[in-house]
C-alpha cells in the first residue's frame, strides 16, 4: 500500500514538474537562438561596414549604397517587413571615431518577438549590432598604370615624396628611369619591372627601391566618365585681363586663361571637348570642388592641359559624388600615350586630388609644390617628373594608391 502511494507521489511530482521543465527548455531555446541572431547581426554589421570602408577608400560615390547592398546580402535588408533598419554613418556618430571623415558606422536593428522570454520582460525587443571601420592608409602619392609606360627622371630634378612613395606598373628594363643628377626621395619605391638608376641618379633611401613587385591597382578603376553633350558654355572659350567667374558645363575645343586673367571656377565638372585646358600668360586660376574632364565627342582629338610658367593654379576636387577627388579626369578611351598633359617649370601650382590621365602623358616639369595641408595624386599612363613636392594628407573623396586595407577597430 505504501509502494502504490510513493509511486503515486512521484508521478504527482513529476506531473507538475513536467511543465516548468518544458518551459525551462524553450525559454533556454529562445535565448540560444537570441544570441546566435545577435551573432548574425554582428557579423553583417562587420561586413557591412568593412565594406562601406573600402569603397570610401577606392572613392566610390555612394558607399552607404555599398553598405547597404552587403547588409542585405547578408539577410537583414533595410526596411523591410520585418523591420530591419540598417543605418550607415560617415563619420560614425559615436566612439572614438566620431566626427572621423575616414571612418564608417553600421548599426544593424532587427525586431524580434521570443514568446517565453517576454514572460520575465514585458517590454518590445530588438536585437542589435554596431561596427565601425577605418580606411586603410595609401601608400603613393604617385602611381604610373600600365605594362607597356614608364617614369623618367632626368636634368637634376627631384621629387620629394613626403609621407609616400612612387608606383611604377612597366614592366621594362626601364620601367624607371632615374638619371642625369635626378633624385627621388619617397619611403618605397615600386616597380613591376626594373630600373635604371645613373649617371648621377638616386633613390633614397637605397633601400626604398624595390623592382619585380606587383602591380599596384588603378583606385579609380571603377570610375566611370560622367555623361555630356553639347557646348553649352561655348566654343574656344578665353579669358585675358580681368576678373572671371565660370560655370561648369561643357566647352567645347577648349578654354584658355592668359594676359594676367584671373577666374574662379565654381564647383562642378568642367568637360573640354578636344582642344586644350590652357593657363598661360601669368594667370591665376582658383577652383574648390571642381574636377577637370578632358575628353572628346567625336572619339578622337581628346583634350589635353598645358599649365604654363609664372602662373598660378590652385584646384580642389570635390569630397563627394562621382568624381569625388579627382582635380583632372583624362578620357580613358584615348589611346596609350597619344595625349600630352604637360605642368611646366616655375608654375605656382596647388593640386588637391588626383591628376588622373590613366592612359595618357604626363609631363611635371620643376615648379609644381603643394603645402603640408594639402595632397597630390599622380597617376598616369606614363610620366616625366621634372620634380615635385607631394604627400597624402588627402581629404574624403581622395582614393588612397595602395597600402594598407580597411579595418574595423569598433
Known amino acids: 500500500m505504501n509502494e502504490h502511494r510513493e509511486r503515486g507521489s512521484v508521478a504527482l511530482m513529476i506531473g507538475l514538474a513536467?511543465?516548468?521543465?518544458?518551459?525551462?527548455?524553450?525559454?533556454?531555446?529562445?535565448?540560444?537562438?537570441?544570441?546566435?541572431k545577435q551573432r548574425q547581426l554582428q557579423a553583417a554589421a562587420d561586413a557591412s561596414a568593412l565594406g562601406g570602408a573600402t569603397a570610401l577608400q577606392s572613392g566610390h560615390p555612394a558607399l552607404a549604397v555599398e553598405a547597404r547592398g552587403i547588409a542585405g546580402y547578408l539577410g537583414f535588408v533595410d526596411g523591410a517587413a520585418d523591420g530591419t533598419t540598417v543605418v550607415v554613418n560617415n563619420p560614425p556618430t559615436s566612439g572614438p571615431q566620431q566626427g572621423s571623415s575616414g571612418a564608417v558606422e553600421v548599426i544593424i536593428t532587427q525586431p524580434q518577438a521570443p514568446v517565453l522570454v517576454q514572460v520575465l520582460y514585458s517590454g518590445s525587443f530588438s536585437a542589435a549590432a554596431r561596427a565601425v571601420a577605418v580606411t586603410g592608409t595609401g601608400s603613393y602619392c604617385a602611381l604610373q598604370l600600365g605594362a607597356s609606360g614608364n617614369v623618367s627622371m632626368?636634368?637634376?630634378?627631384?621629387?620629394?615624396?613626403?609621407?609616400?612613395?612612387?608606383?611604377?606598373?612597366?614592366?621594362?628594363?626601364?620601367?624607371?628611369?632615374?638619371?642625369?643628377?635626378?633624385?627621388?626621395?619617397?619611403?618605397?619605391?615600386?616597380?613591376?619591372?626594373?630600373?635604371?638608376?645613373?649617371?648621377?641618379?638616386?633613390?633614397?633611401?637605397?633601400?626604398?627601391?624595390?623592382?619585380?613587385?606587383?602591380?599596384?591597382?588603378?583606385p579609380y578603376a571603377a570610375v566611370a566618365l560622367p555623361a555630356f553633350s553639347g557646348c553649352g558654355q561655348g566654343n574656344s572659350k578665353s579669358y585675358g585681363y580681368g576678373t572671371w567667374t565660370l560655370t561648369q558645363g561643357v566647352y567645347c575645343n577648349g578654354l584658355s586663361f592668359n594676359n594676367g586673367a584671373v577666374a574662379t571656377l565654381t564647383a562642378g565638372v568642367y568637360f573640354i571637348d578636344r582642344g586644350t585646358f590652357d593657363v598661360g600668360g601669368g594667370a591665376t586660376v582658383t577652383g574648390t570642388n571642381v574636377t577637370i574632364v578632358l575628353t572628346s565627342s567625336t572619339g578622337s582629338g581628346y583634350a589635353n592641359a598645358e599649365i604654363d610658367n609664372g602662373t598660378t593654379v590652385t584646384l580642389s576636387a570635390p569630397t563627394t559624388g562621382a568624381t569625388a577627388g579627382l582635380v583632372f579626369f583624362g578620357d580613358r578611351r584615348s589611346s596609350a600615350g597619344s595625349v600630352t598633359t604637360v605642368v611646366a617649370g616655375g608654375a605656382s601650382l596647388n593640386i588637391t586630388g588626383a591628376v588622373y590621365l590613366p592612359t595618357q602623358t604626363l609631363n611635371w616639369n620643376n615648379g609644381a609644390?603643394?603645402?603640408?595641408?594639402?595632397?597630390?595624386?599622380?597617376?598616369?599612363?606614363?610620366?616625366?617628373?621634372?620634380?615635385?613636392?607631394?604627400?597624402?594628407?588627402?581629404?574624403?573623396?581622395?582614393?588612397?594608391?595602395?597600402?594598407?586595407?580597411?579595418?574595423?577597430?569598433?
Open 18 to 36: 513536467l511543465p516548468v521543465l518544458i518551459a525551462m527548455i524553450a525559454l533556454g531555446t529562445e535565448i540560444t537562438f537570441l544570441l546566435f
Open 154 to 218: 632626368s636634368n637634376g630634378a627631384v621629387a620629394n615624396f613626403t609621407q609616400c612613395g612612387l608606383a611604377v606598373d612597366g614592366t621594362a628594363s626601364t620601367a624607371l628611369t632615374v638619371i642625369g643628377g635626378a633624385e627621388v626621395n619617397a619611403q618605397s619605391v615600386s616597380v613591376a619591372g626594373t630600373a635604371s638608376i645613373n649617371n648621377g641618379g638616386s633613390i633614397n633611401p637605397a633601400s626604398a627601391l624595390k623592382t619585380s613587385q606587383p602591380n599596384v591597382v588603378d
Open 369 to 410: 609644390s603643394n603645402t603640408a595641408s594639402t595632397c597630390t595624386e599622380l597617376i598616369a599612363g606614363t610620366i616625366t617628373l621634372g620634380g615635385a613636392n607631394l604627400q597624402i594628407n588627402c581629404p574624403s573623396g581622395v582614393a588612397a594608391i595602395g597600402g594598407t586595407n580597411s579595418s574595423l577597430v569598433e
